[in-house]
């Protein structure tokens, strides 16, 4: 530890830390463009500049290590001279265009030049120019607006990995770009737009429409994955203007994937805002008397065995809570949240959460993933694997399709038997797993939704077993689901109960009366055509079209929820604007239709769910906070380990950008697809 | 094959091949990267010996990057940010004027003018019509002693002015080979002008 003395303050600082963080630390505020807490330090801006005693110069704090008994001085007059002087040379080449640019009113240096800049320029020659490259459709290049910081040429090197970016020519000269003219191929390009400390990246599908203090500012959490990233959903009037990422270090960091980020444009295409009724083999708009009519009557003439409920991806355990106890009163134990028609033991919450965590990535040193893509299925997750790879000692394997995924993977097989290789020992990579102190595996969602899912689920849990995985203090199975429902149906138990139907029987006209509430990912073709089906939903999408009944639900950003993702953690997300028209929250809908079925469901307030939900799950108890699960002494789950296949893992998605019915029906999504998947976007046309 | 265009394909070829496994030998096994400057220059030489003109397609610098096993985008910085890299094609005979203040107070703008007025160039970073010539502007060459300088492709041509950088120029329109380079009036090294000044007489150096 460094004491050193800010501006009279004292304090104690770990050795190695910079002068920028121990002015933070003693609550001082140094204005900076380049530094960034998450990325490598470049020191080119100069906007941190800073007196230490006995050092004739100012000096720029982002880089200069501290040492002990250093004294610092942050807001002397020759500081702020300095400061000054740092900021007339960044205006010196910046447009005065601040009307008109995207980052005003959350720009940093319009902020700073508040404090550090002139009134009026002294400069009078002409200002650079610079060319607008095309970097896609999600984000808009000004480059004249650009400060030369780096910031996004050391997150595309470091945190995404995908080394596009880089700063070309030099002097006045120098363009910060890809030099051949191309869309970012990374799934975290967004995250540019928030690290731009000027207007030079700005969001393209936002561009031009709104300012950030005409928005409503409301705090949620995204469910287009299951890693369950911290957002902040932007609202004016009634419409969801863009979603930015939230600081969660355990969960998120401060990034989001472009899906998340992007999607929301989806939000206002293909609602259903009225309910909807099949007559004559044709919908009709109906009301909610009526439908609440028709299922009833439907429902009452049949049997119970003969009802059946799926769940969707995007739903919050509440109303799949409400759903479930519904269905219970009535009878029904045909329940599943797993519409891909997995089967494997859940009988246990450490079958199928991700029981190292996200954070406790960083503390793992092998990992070994099976039949998943976490690129696509958990973009912000594959960065946390990647930083760990990047701090070093850190060895990778993969079983399934090989993809790029930032850091380098030893392909082991591409079907489920190479797990039996690693079990025997025939593969080197176990020697590696042996070697290693903390292992862990990441078993994809999509591999358990396989004939042999149970058997794939059973072996990856052997796996963890034999290679010390599962020890008192390190949990290294993880399960990695890429749908933001599904660990948090699981919990509740939305699971077929005593001789109930699984998803595939259901289907097979096991029911008479399917109720789906937001399924869409299920093959509606396979549907019978007598099934009765019920939609309950947000979106118009394949499973609409195929019902019999629509219920207009809402959509995450219009409905208080409790979702849980994949590491286990309940988080609450908040309504920012109100569901379309004459749709409803879910958990309402359930509630006032099981009054209508002379079946109440004993709660009238949300509050009064979720006492009863926390209640009934212990697990709901806790929200936002994660309890790590211990590994050591665990039965293991059923299936057995020998009876995996050797047919090889397949891609969940066949792209990463339209996955859910909201980036179905996002134009921007559609705009990615046609960029990164030329060949997808032709066949949907 | 035209020089002008970009290629559609980049190879080293067997004599640039030597010159790679030398230049990536120099470094220890893993950072090779840090041969990427030698790569560049040897894709250069090889352009400019298979083509006639020394420069560095972006496709070189990919074959650059894959070869070293860094992303392309840190061999275009580089290859950009050195003007030694041409990444436009360039004539026959690169002509670098240096107008950096010891050559201009000698006379580098008489050089300028000569070397517009032979070519037919209207100014820097122009090839002249037939493409023979181009000539860029160019910081200190470090030869400030003879200046003005004219570097032409990798030789210095010193101590010019308007007639000799003519008479230099009009040669090698002609079709002559590049004419030995140093001091264009006959100055031994950096020695002054006036002849030799001091050290006159043999003394010994005291013991």
Same mark, same amino acid.
């Given at each position: 530890?460094a004491?050193?003395t800010v501006d009279?303050i004292?304090v104690?600082?770990?050795?190695?830390s910079?002068?920028?963080q121990?002015?933070e630390?003693a609550?001082?505020?140094?204005?900076?463009?380049?530094y960034?807490?998450?990325?490598s330090?470049?020191?080119?801006c100069?906007?941190?500049?800073v007196?230490?005693?006995?050092?004739?110069k100012p000096?720029?704090?982002?880089?200069?290590?501290?040492?002990?008994?250093?004294?610092?001085f942050?807001?002397t007059?020759?500081?702020?001279?300095?400061?000054?002087?740092?900021m007339?040379?960044?205006l010196?080449n910046?447009?005065l265009?601040?009307?008109i640019c995207?980052?005003g009113?959350e720009?940093?240096?319009?902020?700073?030049?508040?404090?550090?800049?002139?009134?009026?320029?002294?400069?009078?020659?002409?200002?650079?120019?610079?060319a607008?490259p095309?970097?896609?459709?999600?984000?808009?290049t000004?480059?004249?607006?650009?400060?030369?910081?780096?910031?996004?040429?050391?997150?595309?090197?470091?945190?995404?990995?995908?080394?596009?970016?880089?700063?070309?020519?030099?002097?006045?000269?120098?363009?910060?770009?890809?030099y051949?003219?191309?869309?970012?191929?990374?799934?975290l390009?967004?995250?540019?737009?928030?690290?731009c400390?000027?207007?030079?990246?700005?969001?393209?599908?936002?561009?031009y429409?709104?300012?950030?203090?005409?928005l409503r500012?409301t705090?949620?959490?995204d469910?287009?994955?299951?890693v369950?990233?911290?957002i902040?959903?932007?609202?004016?009037?009634?419409?969801v203007?863009?979603v930015?990422?939230r600081?969660?270090?355990?969960v998120?960091?401060?990034w989001l994937?472009?899906?998340?980020?992007?999607?929301?444009d989806?939000?206002?295409?293909?609602?259903?805002?009225?309910p909807?009724?099949?007559e004559n083999?044709?919908?009709r708009?109906a009301s909610?008397?009526e439908?609440?009519?028709?299922?009833?009557?439907k429902?009452?003439a049949s049997?119970?065995?003969r009802?059946?409920?799926?769940?969707?991806?995007?739903v919050?355990?509440?109303?799949?809570?409400?759903l479930?106890?519904?269905?219970?009163?009535?009878g029904?134990p045909?329940?599943d949240?797993?519409?891909?028609g997995?089967?494997?033991?859940?009988?246990?919450?450490?079958?199928?959460?991700?029981?190292?965590?996200?954070?406790g990535?960083?503390?793992?040193d092998?990992?070994?993933?099976i039949?998943s893509?976490?690129?696509?299925?958990?973009?912000?997750l594959?960065?946390?694997?990647?930083?760990?790879?990047?701090?070093g000692?850190?060895?990778?394997?993969?079983?399934?399709v090989p993809?790029?995924?930032?850091y380098?993977?030893?392909?082991?097989g591409?079907?489920?038997?190479?797990?039996?290789?690693?079990?025997?020992?025939?593969h080197?990579?176990?020697?590696?797993l042996?070697?290693a102190?903390k292992?862990?595996?990441?078993?994809g969602a999509?591999?358990?939704?396989?004939?042999?899912?149970a058997?794939?689920?059973?072996a990856?849990?052997?796996?963890?077993?034999?290679?010390?995985?599962?020890?008192d203090?390190w949990?290294?199975?993880?399960?990695?689901?890429?749908?933001a429902?599904?660990?948090?149906?699981?919990?509740?138990?939305?699971?077929?109960?005593?001789?109930?139907?699984?998803?595939?029987?259901?289907?097979?006209g096991?029911?008479d009366?399917?109720?789906?509430?937001?399924?869409?990912?299920?093959?509606t073709?396979?549907?019978?055509?007598?099934?009765?089906?019920?939609?309950?939903?947000?979106?118009?999408?394949a499973?609409?079209?195929r019902?019999d009944v629509?219920?207009?639900?809402?959509?995450?950003?219009?409905?208080?929820?409790?979702?849980v993702?994949t590491e286990?953690?309940?988080?609450?997300?908040?309504?920012?604007?109100?569901?379309?028209?004459?749709?409803r929250?879910?958990w309402?809908?359930?509630r006032?239709?099981s009054?209508?079925?002379?079946?109440?469901?004993r709660?009238?307030?949300?509050?009064?769910?979720?006492?009863?939900l926390?209640?009934?799950?212990?697990?709901?108890a806790?929200?936002?906070?994660?309890?790590?699960?211990?590994g050591?002494?665990?039965a293991?789950?059923?299936?057995?380990?020998?009876?995996?296949?050797?047919?090889p893992?397949?891609?969940?998605?066949?792209?990463y950008?339209q996955?859910d019915?909201?980036?179905?029906?996002?134009?921007?999504?559609?705009?990615c697809?046609?960029?990164?998947?030329?060949?997808?976007?032709?066949?949907?046309? | 094959?035209?020089?002008n265009i970009?290629p559609?394909?980049f190879?080293?070829d067997?004599?640039?091949e030597?010159?790679?496994?030398?230049?990536?030998?120099?470094?220890?096994?893993?950072?090779?990267?840090?041969?990427?400057m030698?790569?560049?220059?040897?894709a250069?030489?090889?352009?400019?010996?298979?083509?006639?003109t020394?420069?560095?397609?972006r496709?070189?610098?990919?074959?650059?990057?894959?070869r070293l096993?860094?992303?392309?985008a840190?061999?275009?910085?580089?290859?950009?940010?050195?003007t030694m890299?041409?990444?436009?094609?360039v +004539?026959?005979?690169?002509l670098?004027?240096?107008t950096?203040?010891?050559?201009?107070l000698?006379?580098?703008?008489e050089?300028?003018?000569s070397?517009k007025?032979v070519?037919?160039i209207? %100014?820097?970073g122009q090839t002249?019509?037939? +493409?023979l010539f181009?000539?860029t502007?160019?910081?200190?060459? %470090? %030869?400030?002693?003879?200046?003005p300088?004219?570097?032409?492709?990798?030789?210095?041509?010193?101590d010019?002015?308007a007639?000799r950088?003519?008479a !230099? !120029?009009?040669?090698?329109?002609?079709?002559?080979?590049?004419?030995?380079?140093?001091?264009s009036? %006959?100055?031994?090294?950096?020695?002054?002008?006036?002849?030799?000044?001091?050290?006159?007489?043999?003394?010994k150096?005291?013991e």
């Open positions: 530890m004491k050193v009279g004292e104690e600082i770990a050795n190695g910079s002068v920028l121990a002015a630390a609550g001082k505020e140094i204005p900076r463009f380049c960034h807490e998450r990325l330090v470049a020191g080119n100069r906007m941190c500049l007196e230490i005693e006995k050092v004739p000096v720029a704090s982002c880089g200069q290590p501290v040492a002990d008994g250093m004294v610092i942050t807001d007059e020759n500081v702020r001279k300095s400061r000054r002087g740092v007339e040379f960044l010196i910046h447009p265009d601040c009307p995207d980052q009113g720009c940093d240096l319009q902020d700073e030049a508040v404090s550090y800049g002139r009134d009026t320029s002294r400069y009078e020659e002409g200002k650079r120019a610079a607008q095309d970097w896609g459709p999600l984000v808009k000004t480059m004249t607006r650009c400060i030369h910081c780096t910031r996004c040429i050391r997150f595309s090197t470091e945190i995404a990995g995908v080394p596009e970016l880089g700063a070309t020519m030099r002097g006045e000269n120098m363009q910060v770009g890809t051949v003219d191309k869309a970012l191929s990374s799934e390009s967004g995250n540019l737009i928030d690290l400390p000027v207007g030079a990246l700005t969001s393209k599908p936002y561009a429409t709104a300012r950030s203090w005409e500012k705090d949620s959490v469910v287009l994955d299951a369950g990233a911290n902040r959903i932007d609202a004016r009037g009634a419409e203007l863009r930015l990422p600081l969660n270090d355990d998120n960091e401060e994937g472009d899906k998340s980020r992007f999607s929301v989806g939000l206002k295409r293909r609602r259903l805002d009225r909807w009724l099949r083999g044709k919908l708009a909610w008397e439908v609440f009519a028709a299922v009833t009557n429902i009452k049997k119970p065995e009802l059946g409920a799926i769940a969707g991806d995007l919050d355990v509440e109303s799949m809570l409400a479930k106890e519904m269905f219970t009163s009535l029904s045909n329940l949240c797993r519409q891909d997995a089967l494997f033991d859940a009988t246990q919450r450490g079958f199928y959460l991700f029981n190292t965590t996200i954070a990535i960083e503390e793992a092998a990992l070994v993933i039949g893509n976490p690129r696509h299925e958990a973009p912000v594959n960065a946390r694997i990647r930083k760990r790879w990047l701090a000692h850190f060895a990778a394997a993969l079983i399934g993809h790029d995924l930032t380098p993977t030893t392909h082991i591409s079907g489920p038997d190479a797990v039996t290789a690693l079990l025997d020992g025939t080197p990579f176990a020697e590696v042996k070697a102190k292992p862990m595996l990441i078993l999509g591999a358990l939704a396989r004939p042999d899912g058997a794939i689920h059973a990856a849990w052997k796996l963890a077993a034999q290679f010390n995985m599962l020890n203090d949990h290294g199975f993880n399960v990695l689901h890429h749908a429902a599904r660990t948090g149906a699981l919990d509740i138990g939305f699971l077929p109960g005593p001789g109930g139907k699984s998803t595939a029987q259901m289907l097979a096991g029911v009366i399917l109720w789906l509430l937001g399924a869409d990912a299920l093959d073709q396979a549907i019978g055509a007598d099934t009765f089906v019920i939609y309950q939903g947000h979106h118009g999408d499973a609409a079209a019902a629509i219920l207009p639900g809402a959509a995450y950003t219009e409905k208080d929820g409790t979702y993702n286990g953690r309940v988080q609450q997300g908040f309504l920012a604007v109100k569901p379309p028209g004459d749709a929250e879910d309402r809908i359930l006032a239709i009054a209508y079925m002379g079946h109440a469901l709660y009238d307030t949300l509050q009064e769910l979720r006492a009863h926390a209640q009934t799950y212990p697990a709901f806790l929200t936002g906070e994660l309890r790590r699960l211990a050591a002494n665990l293991a789950p059923a299936g057995d380990p020998a009876a995996v296949s050797a047919v893992f397949e891609p969940v998605f066949d792209n950008y996955t019915p909201i980036s179905r029906a996002s134009p921007t999504m559609a705009a697809v046609e960029a990164h998947y030329p060949n997808l976007a032709e066949a949907a046309q | 094959m035209n020089a970009e559609t394909d190879v080293f067997a004599a640039a030597a010159a790679v496994a030398k230049a990536i030998a120099r470094y220890p096994a893993g950072k090779q990267a840090s041969a990427v030698a790569l560049l220059d040897i250069q030489r090889q352009m400019e010996r298979l083509t006639g020394a420069w560095v397609p496709l070189a610098m990919d074959v650059v990057a894959q096993g860094i992303a392309p840190r061999v275009y910085e580089i290859a950009t940010f050195y890299y041409n990444t436009k094609p +004539g026959k005979y690169h670098q004027v240096c950096t203040t010891p050559c201009w000698r006379g580098s703008d050089v300028v003018s070397c007025k070519t037919g209207e %100014g820097f002249s019509e037939d +493409g181009t000539m502007e160019v910081e200190c060459l %470090g %030869g400030c002693v003879n200046a300088i004219l570097q032409i492709n990798d030789d210095y041509y010193e010019l002015d007639a950088t003519e !230099l !120029l009009n040669e090698l329109k002609s079709g002559a080979p590049l004419p030995p380079a140093g001091s009036i %006959g100055r031994q090294a950096s020695a002054p002008v006036t002849n030799q000044t001091a050290l006159l007489n043999n003394t150096p005291v």
